[in-house]
């Protein structure tokens, strides 16, 4: 079974700080989003990663994947309190024939507070 | 703009009631997932469709929990009888796999 796990769970940032959050998972993929989520709203797509080596930026956050250690990170630059939210990393595994089949898996989940 | 359609956005109920959730897909996505979300499970797959085929539902509770897609414009995920553990926030999400996914609302349901 397909684990995804984030690190940290909980991160309290102050302004102008970087910082960066982890997510491993336990199978073959090449396929790995990120997505951000609001208190009481839904989930926002931030980045779709689809290849070894992909890395997508998009103002002060920057995502990688690394498939071989099976780990992604969100980069976090000079944090601002609008990026405050959960940030959730998801996977889809491929199987032996390096074809992707759609049971996207999420990780636990990163609760950001960023603070002045 | 389109945007992934979900019904009720909130739904109290007692205990052993039926619930129906609906869910509009973005016009031309051939994948639709249902997610539940509670705060000691997370992001919960339960069932999820691909060209309304259901691929995959070994998430779901199938004693009380069913998944349809009667058109390509319309799932369902109905839980009969309802139990208060069913109480959480249910995710509709539709998108083209494995390019990105495109989350509704959330129904709010709250069981008694």
């Known amino acids: 079974e397909l684990k995804v796990e984030q690190n940290p769970l909980f991160l309290s940032m102050q302004e102008g700080k970087n910082y960066t959050i982890y997510c491993n998972y336990s199978?073959?993929?090449?396929?790995l989003y990120w997505y951000r989520q609001d208190p009481g709203k839904s989930l926002e797509s931030l980045f779709v990663l689809l290849s070894n080596g992909a890395v997508k930026q998009e103002g002060r956050l920057m995502a990688s994947l690394d498939t071989k250690a099976r780990l992604s990170t969100l980069h976090i630059t000079a944090a601002v309190h609008d990026l405050s939210a959960t940030y959730f990393c998801?996977?889809?595994?491929?199987?032996?024939?390096?074809?992707?089949?759609?049971?996207?898996?999420f990780g636990q989940g990163t609760i950001l507070t960023v603070h002045p | 703009d389109a945007r992934v359609t979900q019904t009720p956005r909130h739904k109290v109920t007692e205990m052993g009631q039926e619930v129906t959730m609906r869910c509009q897909p973005i016009l031309g996505h051939n994948t639709v997932f249902w997610y539940r979300q509670t705060m000691m499970q997370g992001l919960e797959l339960l069932a999820y469709?691909?060209?309304?085929?259901?691929?995959?539902d070994s998430g779901m509770p199938k004693d009380r929990f069913s998944a349809e897609m009667p058109d390509a414009t319309l799932a369902t995920l109905k839980i009969q009888p309802s139990e208060p553990r069913d109480s959480a926030v249910y995710f509709c999400?539709?998108?083209?796999?494995?390019?990105?996914?495109?989350f509704g609302e959330g129904s709010r349901l709250t069981v008694l």
């Open positions: 999400a539709s998108g083209f796999t494995p390019v990105r996914l495109f």
């Open positions: 998801a996977v889809h595994p491929t199987n032996a024939g390096g074809t992707s089949y759609g049971k996207l898996t």
């Open positions: 469709f691909r060209n309304r085929a259901p691929l995959d």
């Open positions: 199978t073959t993929s090449d396929r």
